[in-house]
């Protein structure tokens, strides 16, 4: 487990040297003290400012993007928020063994999607997390519980990205998982429904059925949605062609990607990426 006080001229974390749209493993919980600006979690893109409280699950891609005024020369602004980063398989045994964590477990399962806490929980958490960032061994794994069952019994909160689908549990991965790393790790290759059946270690009619129940979505939709993903994340990292893009993704034909990316996200690529430029600070990549 790891807190972080951070007070820096605009947000950036000390992993990435300058503002990285990113994911990890950690669960991540993000208190903002001072600062304002956009924030991009998953899909969503809004904005943030002091009190925003988000907590966030395992390989949720995610950003704080400082308002443009940091960045001018002379700037006196400043931004500050606390940080926590933990692992929740280190406390899987204790979840799984004291039926009192199982509206914390499902909670973490639900944060894949992200959740913005606001109100009296906010402010109860906002006081634990001070304190926590000064606690050590015990101690801050008590804190820790703590604020995590506040979070999850509190009806002050949201999901941020509705899109998501409580289709896996991180905790203890499954065939899908198993289905769905491989996907993920094969993104740019072409992936039949054989072989992604064969590793379920199902018919292509059974997995379908499958796949559909657990995930509330076909499996072409599902790999559509994970390459439109990925090549969002591409179109606002890098300066690559759309051509080249398209190749990542797994898309042989440009046509073909930018149809589909244009049905998914509403907007063509070169629309698309012209819309993030505009939006993030001159003088980086995010």
């Not at 001229?9 to 992993?15: E, K, Y």
């Not at 969002?232 to 046509?255: F, P």
Request: proline residues 5%.
């Amino acid at each position: 487990m790891y807190v972080d006080l951070r007070d820096q001229p605009f947000l950036w974390s000390p992993f990435h040297s300058q503002p990285t749209f990113h994911s990890h493993p950690e669960l991540e919980l993000v208190f903002i003290i001072e600062g304002f600006g956009k924030r991009i979690i998953g899909n969503k893109v809004e904005p943030f400012e002091p009190g925003d409280m988000v907590f966030m699950g395992p390989n949720l891609s995610h950003v704080w993007l400082s308002d443009p005024a940091f960045y001018e020369e002379g700037s006196m602004l400043q931004s500050k928020a606390i940080v926590v980063y933990f692992n929740p398989k280190t406390l899987i045994k204790a979840f799984d063994a004291i039926k009192e964590f199982q509206s914390i477990r499902d909670m973490i399962q639900q944060s894949s999607r992200g959740i913005r806490i606001f109100g009296e929980t906010r402010d109860i958490i906002a006081d634990k997390l001070t304190a926590l960032s000064k606690k050590t061994g015990y101690e801050k794994v008590v804190g820790l519980l703590g604020i995590m069952n506040l979070i999850a019994i509190s009806s002050d909160k949201y999901f941020i990205d509705d899109d998501k689908n409580d289709y896996h549990d991180d905790l203890r991965p499954d065939k899908l998982i198993e289905v769905i790393n491989y996907i993920k790790e094969n993104l740019s290759k072409p992936i039949s429904l054989s072989q992604v059946a064969n590793i379920a270690g199902m018919t292509e009619q059974s997995f379908c059925r499958f796949f559909k129940k657990r995930t509330k979505k076909n499996y072409s939709q599902y790999l559509n949605d994970l390459r439109i993903t990925q090549a969002k994340e591409l179109l606002v990292q890098t300066d690559r062609s759309i051509g080249d893009i398209a190749y990542l993704c797994g898309y042989n034909s440009d046509s073909h990607f930018c149809r589909i990316f244009k049905e998914l996200v509403g907007e063509s690529p070169f629309k698309y990426k012209a819309i993030m430029s505009d939006r993030k600070p001159s003088g980086y990549n995010i």
